[in-house]
């Protein structure tokens, strides 16, 4: 059974900076794209950052490019967002997603295959 754990959200001050990790079991991450999506109030799911199964290609919203970087440990299953200089609109619940493609990293999710249940990221101004 594949499940993806989201830790490390929390309320953090404009300007501030958190770490996002993403735990994977149930698949052997190596075969896999991952990809960083959130969700704000009344709004549709959001890409924020994917990358292929050795991060040989990163993709990024333009809105997170320079700011959020994604990264990832294969051997430990884990995928991780550093997201620096945060503004009140980054506020939402972020949510990792794997893709069995491991050369695409892709920005819709509709194609991804399994989900996380996210971690609420509160960003106040």
């Known amino acids: 059974q594949v499940q993806l754990v989201e830790s490390g959200g929390g309320l953090v001050q404009a300007g501030g900076s958190l770490r996002l990790s993403c735990a994977a079991s149930?698949?052997?991450?190596?075969?896999?794209?991952m990809g960083w999506f959130r969700q704000a109030p009344g709004q549709e799911r959001e890409f924020v950052a994917a990358?292929?199964?050795?991060?040989?290609?990163?993709s990024y919203a333009a809105s997170m490019e320079g700011r959020f970087t994604i990264s990832r440990d294969n051997a430990k299953n884990m995928v991780y967002l550093q997201m620096n200089s945060l503004k009140a609109e980054d506020t939402g619940v972020y949510s990792c997603?794997?893709?069995?493609?491991?050369?695409?990293?892709?920005?819709?999710?509709?194609?991804?295959?399994?989900w996380g249940q996210g971690t609420q990221v509160t960003v106040s101004s």
């Open positions: 997603a794997a893709h069995p493609n491991r050369y695409w990293a892709g920005r819709n999710p509709t194609y991804y295959a399994y």
């Open positions: 149930g698949l052997a991450l190596s075969s896999y794209s």
């Open positions: 990358a292929t199964s050795n991060s040989e290609s990163t």
